[in-house]
Structure formats: structure tokens, C-alpha cells
């Protein structure tokens, strides 16, 4: 079975502080996702991965940012972190294929920020 | 338990019945669709996939339907059992991105009773 792993499950930070949260797979795939999700707003793409050190934005990449070191951990990162930024962040991962595959999801972070 | 939507239309059924969860979607152009279930404090759990050159796709107690001409789409959960009891979303890729990239619905949650 894919194991997505994020390293808190919840997390309270305070405004400006600069934020981390980690995502690793042990399943070798090529994509990495990071995911916000709000009360009836669904998930909402932040950033995502297709290789090492690739990085693309998603529909709402504003205040974030990303990194992917090594295939297996992606991380993301909130540079100044603000009120609005209070979700639930959830990071998936997928092979790389001809043709379309599914995400397989962590147990999401809960992130507070004060 | 943490709640994804406060506002999500619910579907109550008794243990035992069957289930038909129902998904719309707006893109004509979307070729592959998958169904999530979301339990309380936990990630989206992959159910099932089906592609846009199928209309059926079975699994187990699961059962996925595609209309393309209505741009419809449903899940059919046999013989709901209280573990079925969670948020159900589908998610669609567009087929216009060049990436796998999935757009996610906010979701429906079924409540099955003993």
C-alpha cells in the first residue's frame, strides 16, 4: 500500500513566522501535490512536483512556496505565515505514467496560526 | 471529529441498503474521474477510477457510473455498512493541463445507521 506520511498532524504558529510542513512516500512516485481544504471550498492545489527539484504552481500559490530535495519528501513551505493561512493541508503523491493515476493522500496537517 | 464541510448535503441510509452517492461535473473535456472517501480526521482514501473510455467500473461493493452526455457521474455502495459512514467527493482531471492534475468536489456526506 502507497504510505504518505506528514510529519504533524496539528501545528500552531503565530502570524510572521515562518512555517514548514513536511510530506514524505515511500512508494517512489514521480508526483507530489500539496493540498489546502476548507469548509465547502473543496481542496484547492497550492503547488506541485513531477521531478526532483521541479516545482509548478497551482491555482492558489500565493504566500507559499515549495521544495523537493529528494524524490521521496516535499515540502511546504508558508514564508510569512498570516491568519488566512489557518487550514487543513493535506499532501498526496502519484506514480508517473502514460496515462492517469490516482492520488494517494496523507493524513493532512492541521495548521493554526495565531 | 474534524468536519470537511460544514454545509455538505447528506445522504441517512440504513445499514444494509444500498447507496448511490451522485457527482456533476462542468468539464466536457475531463477523459478520468475518481471517488474519495474522507473519514473524520483522516486524508481522502482512493475508492475507485474510471476513465472516460468506460461508462461502469466495479470493485469491491463499489460500483462507478460515467454518463458523458449528461456529464454525470455516481457512486453505488452495496450493502452500506456504519464503516461506510464519511465524506464522499469525486475529482475530475480536465484533460487540458498536460499534468495529472485533479479538480475536487466538495462532497457528500453519507451517514449510515445501525
Known amino acids: 500500500d502507497v504510505k504518505v506520511t506528514q510529519s504533524s498532524r496539528y501545528l500552531v504558529k503565530r502570524t510572521g513566522e515562518k512555517v514548514f510542513l513536511e510530506c514524505v512516500q515511500d512508494?517512489?512516485?514521480?508526483?507530489m501535490f500539496w493540498y489546502r481544504q476548507d469548509p465547502g471550498l473543496g481542496l484547492r492545489l497550492i503547488y506541485f512536483?513531477?521531478?526532483?527539484?521541479?516545482?509548478e504552481k497551482g491555482d492558489i500559490p500565493e504566500g507559499y512556496s515549495v521544495s523537493r530535495e529528494k524524490k521521496e519528501r516535499f515540502s511546504l513551505i508558508l514564508e510569512s505565515a498570516s491568519t488566512n493561512q489557518t487550514s487543513m493541508y493535506l499532501c498526496?503523491?502519484?506514480?508517473?505514467?502514460?496515462?492517469?493515476?490516482?492520488?494517494?493522500f496523507g493524513d493532512g496537517t492541521r495548521l493554526s496560526i495565531l | 471529529g474534524e468536519s470537511v464541510g460544514l454545509h455538505l448535503p447528506t445522504l441517512s441510509v440504513q445499514e444494509g441498503d444500498n447507496s448511490i452517492i451522485n457527482c456533476a461535473y462542468s468539464?466536457?473535456?475531463?477523459?478520468?474521474f475518481i471517488w474519495y472517501k474522507q473519514e473524520s480526521g483522516k486524508g481522502p482514501q482512493f475508492i475507485i477510477d474510471?476513465?472516460?473510455?468506460?461508462d461502469k467500473r466495479q470493485g469491491q461493493r463499489v460500483t462507478v457510473l460515467l454518463n458523458k452526455t449528461v456529464k454525470h457521474l455516481s457512486l453505488q455502495i452495496a450493502a452500506t455498512q456504519p464503516g461506510d459512514s464519511a465524506v464522499y467527493f469525486c475529482a475530475e482531471n480536465p484533460g487540458n493541463t498536460g499534468f495529472q492534475k485533479l479538480v475536487f468536489g466538495t462532497g457528500t456526506r453519507l451517514l449510515v445507521s445501525p
Open positions: 512536483s513531477y521531478d526532483v527539484k521541479m516545482k
Open positions: 474510471i476513465r472516460s473510455n468506460m
Open positions: 498526496a503523491s502519484s506514480l508517473l505514467g502514460v496515462s492517469n493515476q490516482p492520488q494517494h
Open positions: 512508494m517512489d512516485h514521480e508526483n
Open positions: 468539464n466536457s473535456a475531463s477523459d478520468y
